[in-house]
């Protein structure tokens, strides 16, 4: 059990990291955080259709996967005393 837990963590932590750098580089719907780097300069060139698809699913599916190593280690937690 120690050896799961250790391996959920270290994925929490690196989808994590990938889920907030994912999620800065979707296009800006008008200012915040994406014009501050530069995602204003951006509109002109802009993303083709497919590419901010394929963004998107990408972010969502590493969402459930962070989502599902946070339960996983809350029920390893909670079921650890037993």
Same mark, same amino acid.
């Given at each position: 059990?120690?050896?799961?837990?250790?391996? @959920?963590?270290?994925?929490?932590?690196?989808?994590?990291? $990938?889920?907030?750098?994912? /999620?800065? +580089?979707?296009?800006?719907?008008?200012?915040?955080?994406?014009?501050?780097?530069?995602?204003?300069?951006?509109?002109? @060139?802009?993303?083709?259709?497919?590419?901010?698809?394929? $963004?998107?699913?990408?972010? /969502?599916? +590493?969402?459930?996967?962070?989502?599902?190593?946070?339960?996983?280690?809350?029920?390893?937690?909670?079921?650890?005393?037993?």
């Amino acid at each position: 059990m120690p050896i799961l837990e250790f391996v @959920l963590q270290v994925l929490l932590g690196i989808t994590s990291l $990938l889920l907030t750098l994912l /999620i800065l +580089l979707h296009k800006g719907r008008g200012g915040g955080l994406s014009d501050m780097f530069g995602g204003g300069m951006t509109s002109a @060139l802009g993303s083709s259709g497919l590419a901010e698809r394929n $963004l998107n699913r990408f972010t /969502i599916v +590493l969402a459930l996967a962070w989502f599902v190593s946070i339960v996983a280690l809350g029920l390893i937690t909670k079921f650890q005393g037993i």
